[in-house]
């Protein structure tokens, strides 16, 4: 049906596809922690010791696995402060879970956020 070539060729590209597709779901469903410190003279010492979480595109559906790590990470991180820079919800997602995740925060000097293109373009209009 298919010459020895043409076969070769297909099981390649099946082979390579699969490694997109790998690669893809890998870097949707991992958590990256960074730790930075800044020292900075001119601020006077103002923010010494304060300990800022940073966390975007979390895209939440549900409250399942990944947003229960990420919770677990942030609970033993214990930052001051949590910034949420944007797509916190899902594209056809309601609010509500991305509410309910944010609400078991609690950090000193609380949570403050940007809305990103899924909360703007949300079907439930709820911005």
């Known amino acids: 049906m298919f010459s020895k070539g043409r076969k070769i060729f297909i099981i390649i590209l099946i082979a390579v596809l699969l490694l997109f597709a790998a690669k893809a779901y890998y870097d949707t469903h ?15 010492g103002v923010l010494d010791g304060l300990k800022v979480a ?6 939440i559906k549900t409250i399942g696995l990944m ?4 919770l677990e990470i942030l ?6 402060l949590i910034f949420v820079t944007g797509d ?9 879970p991305g509410i ?3 609400r078991q925060l609690k950090p000193p000097y609380g949570i403050y ?4 293109n899924t909360e703007y373009s949300n079907e439930n209009g709820c911005v």
């Open 54 to 59: 940073h966390l975007s595109d979390l895209h």
């Open 30 to 44: 991992s958590i990256e922690v960074r730790h930075y410190e800044i020292r900075d003279s001119a601020l006077g």
């Open 75 to 80: 609970k033993n991180e214990k930052p001051d």
């Open 67 to 70: 947003e229960n790590k990420i």
């Open 113 to 116: 956020g940007v809305l990103g």
């Open 100 to 102: 309910s995740f944010l």
């Open 88 to 96: 916190f919800i899902s594209f056809k997602g309601a609010y509500e």
